[in-house]
């Protein structure tokens, strides 16, 4: 992922998600960052298959301010038809509210790797010269862009109803210490999804970063209401006290190297789900 995370970003992951922001996310779809996965929580005691757990492609852009109207409009009336025509079956798109201006996060499930093999969705839609026209048109709107691919870590992540909407996320981008991915994956479990069961909240996915950023980092996308919400502090000082709460993070001392964190908003005119052939009868 990216340092400047427009959400999740994973972002961001996000997505990682979060990987960005809103007005009311889409309806019967699930809430931001999350869109673009279909959840399973881990109920195994064995460990889990990592390998197995979804995929996410994440697209971070800087866009030009004197451009941003305009490419709003690019987006909805040619980019988002282009990549349906393409194949894409799904995205979910993120704005940054706190961090950097003018940036999104365009997140979009994929089965595997080796998808990346063949022509990309723009390339399948309008061949190879309609895309270099595409391309053409695109770039005058962008200040810079990243791509990466994170994993949503299931087994870390806690979503009580999957169906509920939840129009922001605060997006916590966690540089690990080399060799302590599992202190802080214990931290994840035992302390965080703990203290959200508790208050009740409407959860938290984690993303691990695979490729294109830190490839020691973890997303933590914490899913929430409003800004009102955030008002109350997090869900681990909530649950346990400021002392505990303070005792408890002081067991990542020596886990992290680094953390950034946004808060992100859904994007609902520049995300979109195609139904499957049941879901439009």
Do not use: C
């Amino acid at each position: 992922m990216v340092k400047s995370k427009a959400a999740l970003a994973l972002t961001g992951v996000a997505l990682t998600v979060a990987f960005v922001q809103r007005p009311q996310p889409l309806s019967g779809q699930q809430p931001p960052v999350l869109q673009s996965v279909v959840l399973a929580q881990a109920t195994a005691a064995t460990v889990p298959d990592v390998s197995k757990m979804p995929l996410v492609n994440i697209t971070i852009v800087q866009i030009r301010p004197e451009l941003a109207n305009e490419w709003l409009e690019f987006q909805k009336n040619e980019t988002i038809p282009t990549l349906k025509k393409g194949g894409v079956r799904q995205r979910s798109a993120f704005a940054t509210a706190i961090g950097p201006s003018f940036e999104y996060a365009f997140l979009t499930p994929a089965e595997n790797l080796a998808e990346r093999d063949g022509d990309s969705p723009i390339v399948k839609a309008l061949g190879q010269d309609g895309a270099r026209g595409y391309a053409q048109k695109i770039r005058r709107f962008i200040a810079s862009q990243r791509t990466s691919v994170v994993r949503l870590r299931t087994d870390l992540t806690y979503r009580p109803d999957p169906t509920a909407q939840l129009p922001m996320a605060v997006v916590s981008a966690y540089s690990i210490a080399a060799g302590r991915d599992a202190d802080f994956e214990s931290f994840i479990k035992t302390d965080v999804i703990a203290a959200h069961k508790q208050m009740k909240t409407g959860g938290l996915a984690v993303y691990q970063s695979l490729f294109g950023g830190d490839g020691s980092e973890f997303i933590v996308a914490t899913l929430a209401h409003d800004f009102a919400e955030l008002d109350k502090g997090p869900a681990v000082r909530l649950a346990y006290g400021a002392e505990r709460a303070a005792a408890i993070q002081k067991k990542l001392a020596g886990v992290v190297a680094h953390v950034e964190r946004t808060v992100v908003r859904e994007v609902p005119e520049l995300s979109f789900r195609m139904g499957t052939s049941s879901e439009n009868r």
